[in-house]
């Protein structure tokens, strides 16, 4: 059992360029979640998937951030015309999707975006 | 606004004593609060979690103490370690599985 795989584990792009990250959740799990975390604001949701489908982008910024989960074993992460204030960790986690809110997330380890 | 608040950034006790983590949260919606645990490089891991109907969670040297009234709870972490030294994170849900997370409290124990 692998765990939840992100790649790749750093990027360092330039400003205005596009970031694509990806995440492979764990398998059997339906659900797969998207956060970023910084010094400043912590753990910050950003989108969740249900058994593929878009279910709660309410943390995405509405411009530049966009996710996909095209299949059952990946999800990106797709950041356009990457700003300096987009650097962070972003993490992907994965759950069983047993139903409530006691399913247990399992995270990756994250990706550093280095947006100079 | 922050939802859920850890009152501390950091905090340093010596190894065999017992720290303790705070948290507070406004939502009276939440009614599952999980803790996680991450260590530098990796990335957050459930360490131990209690739901809203009761008061007391433990699991070996880790106890959750939970006031639904006031609208706080604390991980106590008894016979502190060095390898427990991470960042601790409360985290709060809704009957959803939206998890709303606290800043985090880095803790170091010291040998």
């Known amino acids: 059992n692998a765990g939840v795989i992100q790649t790749p584990r750093h990027k360092v792009t330039g400003k205005g360029q596009e970031a694509t990250l990806w995440c492979e959740p764990i398998?059997?799990?339906?659900?797969v979640f998207w956060y970023r975390q910084t010094i400043v604001q912590g753990l910050e949701f950003l989108t969740y998937f249900r058994n593929q489908a878009p279910i709660d982008d309410s943390g995405m910024p509405k411009e530049r951030f966009s996710a996909q989960m095209p299949n059952q074993s990946h999800s990106t992460l797709k950041i356009q015309s990457t700003q300096p204030q987009d650097s962070a960790v972003y993490l992907c986690?994965?759950?069983?999707?047993?139903?409530?809110?006691?399913?247990?997330?399992?995270f990756g380890p994250g990706t550093r975006l280095l947006v100079l | 606004q922050q939802q859920v608040r850890q009152s501390s950034q950091s905090l340093t006790v010596w190894e065999g004593e017992t720290a303790i983590l705070n948290c507070s949260y406004e939502?009276?919606?939440?009614?599952?609060f999980p803790w996680y645990q991450q260590f530098p490089g990796e990335g957050p891991a459930l360490l131990i979690a209690i739901r809203s109907v009761s008061d007391k969670k433990e699991d070996g040297r880790f106890t959750i103490f939970f006031n639904k009234r006031e609208k706080n709870l604390s991980l106590h972490i008894k016979d502190s370690q060095p390898g427990d030294s991470a960042t601790y994170f409360c985290a709060a849900s809704p009957n959803t599985n939206k998890v709303v997370f606290g800043t985090g409290t880095r803790l170091q124990v010291l040998p």
């Open positions: 986690a994965s759950s069983p999707g047993l139903g409530g809110n006691q399913d247990t997330q399992y």
């Open positions: 939502n009276s919606a939440f009614d599952y």
């Open positions: 398998s059997g799990h339906s659900a």
